[in-house]
């Protein structure tokens, strides 16, 4: 796609912001122009995704942005992250745009908190199979996944337990992380009390306040701005037959993510790359089991092979397929996918604070279990 | 009117209580009985007592007395005489500094580290009373406790128990939505029938239900009624957060009917993946009855 991103900006990563979303929001996309080298005025277009308090015309308010010709919100909370990406790539390169804003901020931690049930949410009549069930909360959606995919391949606890361990031990290295310097180990993941079996507390990711954004403008503009631009070599969206958000348990197979297998198909044939040319995967890690399920519709392994492909050592920063050099949303932060996406740029740029050497492409994928959406970056 | 901060003040001031003795040395036939009662597995405790066991060598025994120098002792009888007539444990933090070993004469002696109150709580106005206990062999100490008690005045209001925090499950569980396309199930689940949709056209079974079925177009759905059996396809244990309605930890699991739709729904028992369960029907109220699971015996 004839699209960049050339600007990155977050706030700080906490659990008590102490100021408003739509003040983060404002500081984050601040951030990402000064870091871009544009000003508000730069900017004709805006994107974010549901679940975020921060409507496009009051950031574009608190920025001083005086006019927009494209704002849009993408569906699914956290599976859209990347789609941002999408939508702001097709506006530039189709002209309804010159330069793109994505944001994510909110107060997920002190405020309104996504892994509480959302008695609310039973009103969406695809909630009422689950809801009244008591089936209410992410972590138990993922569990039902999870369990059968034990059942079936013969995953264990401590399978899901290393990509937490890999997370953390990324995160603490990275300052920015909120489990800077608070690596552990996989007898402390046993060792975490239940949250919804086969689920405990170590396989799910933190709570946090905090903010994202990402500048995106055209090839030909990026190079007369003073970052180097991580490329959009590909984005897309995935949506599989018989979808439901977090709950698509109807269909015949209960141990993938097709929705993830499109957007793998879509990723490959746009960017002319595939699993092996992926230099840095950032995959989305909510919850650690779906990991495993990534790396499989992906193409990393073969079905059912990602116990073993984890425990090879593959992900680690030496490994054939670093992951979550930041930490992740396990150990730096959760922002819905967003502050990965700032990773990967970061990785392209070779600024991370967990450099990988010789990064050509990486991979950057949104929420799972619910329509989704990825990204391949590249070098120029 | 009794002044309780200053005779805390003066029970504090005496000090450590007596060292009072232990009944027995420590002895294996006790540590036998405890572990039992405990349901301590652990293989290693024939020559050493668990650390745990420290306050029960010098519990007082079915018709014990505390001495007349023991601080919570005082202190609860002044505090009875304030009116604050009943007692709940809060803290007990021990700290063990070695092993002991068979054969050896504990003693313990107790001082009154603090009095804090009047404070308001769930329970009644009352005073929290933490004292401190030391555990000896000889002159050595061995093991040490920090104490706290609730010594409160029960609340006067309810004339039966104090309701229970969590309000009734039935009261406050998550309802469904219902509209057009999904109101033959829970019109089914009133009347005892587990209905699954069934397209008016083709035949195609289909849960959760829609309003168009996705193999023919047709928009005339219908349903069959389930026998109601089925096996569990998979399954979650929730334990955190709470649930609106539910007491944790609870199952819910995702059961393949026996006519091959699946459908969500708690279940009572101790769960695995294969397992043939029956459909059970929970009135709620006249408006709702919820489907759950409960195991069924195989033929």
């Not at chain 1, 990991?291 to 990393?300: H, K, N, R």
């Amino acid at each position: 796609m004839n699209a960049a991103i050339v600007g990155i900006g977050a706030t700080d990563f906490s659990k008590d912001s102490g100021r408003s979303e739509l003040q983060l929001a404002a500081e984050a996309v601040r951030a990402a122009l000064a870091d871009a080298g544009l000003e508000p005025s730069d900017v004709d277009g805006l994107v974010s995704f549901t679940m975020d308090t921060n409507a496009e015309i009051a950031v574009a308010r608190e920025l001083g942005i005086p006019e927009l010709t494209f704002f849009s919100r993408v569906h699914y909370g956290g599976g859209a992250a990347c789609a941002t990406v999408q939508q702001a790539a097709m506006a530039v390169e189709t002209g309804a745009a010159k330069v793109v804003v994505c944001y994510r901020a909110f107060n997920e931690r002190s405020g309104h908190r996504f892994g509480q049930v959302q008695t609310a949410a039973a009103a969406n009549i695809d909630n009422s199979w689950s809801y009244p069930m008591g089936l209410g909360t992410p972590a138990a959606m993922v569990a039902m996944f999870a369990r059968r995919y034990m059942h079936e391949y013969g995953a264990t606890s401590e399978d899901f337990g290393r990509i937490a361990v890999i997370d953390r031990k990324h995160a603490a290295t990275n300052p920015h992380a909120w489990f800077h310097d608070r690596p552990i180990t996989l007898d402390d993941h046993q060792s975490s009390r239940w949250i919804a079996e086969p689920l405990r507390l170590l396989d799910c990711c933190q709570e946090s306040d905090g903010g994202v954004a990402l500048v995106v403008t055209s090839q030909e503009r990026a190079r007369d701005l003073p970052q180097k631009p991580a490329h959009v070599k590909a984005a897309t969206q995935g949506s599989s037959v018989d979808q439901f958000t977090m709950t698509s348990y109807y269909r015949d197979d209960l141990t993938r993510l097709p929705e993830m297998g499109v957007v793998a198909r879509g990723l490959w044939e746009k960017s002319g790359i595939g699993p092996s040319d992926v230099d840095v995967a950032v995959l989305y890690d909510h919850f650690t089991p779906f990991v495993l399920v990534q790396l499989e519709e992906l193409g990393f392994c073969g079905r059912g092979e990602a116990k073993d492909f984890v425990a090879s050592g593959a992900l680690e920063l030496d490994g054939t397929l670093p992951l979550n050099p930041h930490g992740g949303q396990l150990g730096e932060a959760y922002l819905h996918g967003m502050n990965g996406i700032a990773e990967g740029v970061r990785q392209i740029r070779g600024t991370a604070v967990n450099q990988v050497g010789g990064v050509e492409h990486v991979l950057v994928t949104a929420g799972t279990g619910v329509p989704t959406s990825g990204l391949v970056l590249g070098q120029g | 009117m009794i002044d309780v901060e200053k005779e805390a003040a003066r029970i504090a001031e005496q000090g450590e209580s007596a060292p009072r003795l232990a009944r027995d040395p420590i002895n294996l036939p006790m540590i036998n009985n405890w572990l039992e009662a405990i349901g301590d597995q652990h293989p290693g405790y024939t020559e050493v007592a668990p650390p745990a066991m420290v306050q029960v060598w010098t519990m007082a025994g079915l018709h014990g007395q505390r001495t007349l120098d023991d601080p919570l002792g005082q202190m609860m009888g002044i505090l009875d005489e304030a009116g604050y007539t009943s007692v709940v444990a809060t803290n007990s933090d021990q700290t063990y500094h070695r092993y002991l070993r068979l054969g050896e004469q504990l003693s313990v002696t107790t001082s009154l580290e603090d009095v804090t109150g009047p404070k308001r709580t769930g329970l009644g106005e009352g005073w929290f009373v933490t004292t401190r206990s030391t555990w000896w062999v000889g002159d050595e100490a061995v093991a040490e406790m920090r104490f706290r008690v609730l010594k409160f005045r029960p609340a006067q209001k309810p004339a039966q128990k104090p309701e229970p925090v969590e309000e009734t499950p039935k009261a406050q569980a998550i309802r469904p939505s219902v509209n057009r396309d999904t109101e033959y199930f829970w019109e089914g689940t009133r009347l005892g029938e587990l209905r699954i949709q069934r397209c008016g056209g083709c035949g195609l079974l289909r849960h959760p239900p829609g309003p168009m079925c996705p193999e023919c177009g047709a928009t005339k759905p219908k349903y069959l009624v389930s026998e109601g059996h089925g096996v569990i396809y998979s399954y979650v244990v929730h334990h955190h957060p709470q649930v609106p309605g539910k007491q944790t930890p609870f199952v819910i699991a995702l059961v393949e009917l026996d006519e091959g739709v699946r459908m969500l729904g708690e279940f009572d028992g101790e769960p695995s993946v294969g397992q043939r369960v029956e459909v059970v029907f929970t009135e709620v109220d006249d408006e709702l009855t919820m489907p759950s699971w409960r195991p069924r015996a195989d033929r």
